[in-house]
């Protein structure tokens, strides 16, 4: 195991430990995260009763997403968990509709299989409040992005 | 309305951006928009 000088006030050296990775050199960690809130210059919370839809991510030519999980969260005026049944909705352009998903609070989506995303196709987002109050919401994605290269 | 996108690769931010946001008042509007978008392609 190969020996690393560390640097000054700390021990002369170390050993050098190389963490394994469960990636292959043509894969790397993919994550996105998606914030509907209100800052000092606008407020982007989701109004009551309402839909908010965006874009998330296109996939560039040339490569391919691996969708591994999701979380979302939304939270109230009050700055405390949403208590109301909330939706959210991913969809893919192709094959098509990925999921319908109700929570409250906050959940965890685990994609087993992986869900694939091919190159040129785009992941959306459709966040629905079903609560009365304005509502801040995070959604956090990982996934693995694949070239498709030799 | 927008929303803040931030994306990771490898652990690092890779590209940061605020995006355009449209707004449903229903689930049937959301759902027409929604199909157009999968039969639409990207």
Same mark, same amino acid.
């Given at each position: 195991m190969p020996l690393r000088g560390r640097g000054r006030g700390l021990p002369d050296w170390?050993?050098? +430990? /190389? =963490?394994?990775?469960?990636?292959s050199p043509k894969q790397q960690e993919w994550s996105v995260l998606l914030e509907f809130k209100k800052t000092d210059g606008s407020d982007n919370r989701i109004p009551p009763f #309402?839909? @908010?839809?965006?874009n998330v991510y296109t996939v560039p030519e040339g =490569?391919? *997403?691996l969708l591994k999980g999701a979380m979302c969260s939304m939270t109230g005026e009050h700055d405390m968990p *949403?208590? @109301?049944?909330? /939706?959210?909705?991913? +969809?893919?352009t192709t094959p098509g509709f990925l999921g319908d998903r109700y929570f409250i609070r906050s959940d965890a989506l685990t994609f087993v299989p992986s869900q694939e995303i091919k190159?040129?196709? #785009?992941l959306? +987002?459709? *966040?629905?409040? /079903? #609560? #009365?109050e304005y509502a801040s919401a995070t959604v956090n994605l990982i996934g693995v992005l694949e070239s498709t290269r030799g | 309305m927008k929303c803040n996108v931030r994306l990771s690769i490898d652990g690092e931010l890779a590209h940061e951006e605020e995006k355009e946001v449209t707004l449903f008042k229903s689930e049937? $509007?959301?759902?027409?928009?929604?199909? $157009?978008?999968?039969?639409?392609?990207a």
């Open positions: 170390t050993r050098e +430990v /190389k =963490y394994p990775t469960i990636l #309402s839909i @908010a839809s965006t =490569y391919r *997403l *949403l208590n @109301a049944w909330c /939706k959210i909705w991913l +969809v893919i190159e040129g196709h #785009s959306y +987002v459709y *966040l629905h409040n /079903k #609560s #009365s | 049937k $509007e959301a759902w027409k928009d929604m199909t $157009e978008k999968v039969s639409g392609g």
